[in-house]
């Protein structure tokens, strides 16, 4: 996969008129007790790619990621959302529950890019 630091052009098309644009998977830690602040979003990984396998990255990093530090996984569940999103929860082996919300995210502005041009995708 193409990086766009390396050429400063986005969403090049290729043959079979797919786009290949700028994708991030975060996660964000989900807060099960209260008092516990949650929320903390880290970013698992950032790819160049199309919506498939972008959608394909966030499956597989729900299914892989480390969720706790410390958490000697005994159990993990995995849940696709209404929204696209990943809920992933794992049960350690002393009974505790760690959960994080993953997401996709498509690049849609850059201020970076050449020029100025700020939208990848022309909006």
Known sequence: MRSIAADGEW???????????????????????????GGQ????????????EAEAALEQAARTMQVGTFLQERRRLVYRQLDGSHLVRCTGLMGGHHSRVLRAARLVWDSGLQGGAGAPDGR
Not at 16 to 37: F, H, K, M, P, Y
């Open 11 to 37: 969403g090049q098309a290729m043959g079979d008129d797919l786009r290949r644009e700028r994708w991030i998977i975060t996660a964000e830690r989900v807060s099960e007790r209260r008092g516990d602040d």
């Open 41 to 52: 979003l880290e970013t698992v990984t950032e790819l160049d790619g199309t919506q498939e």
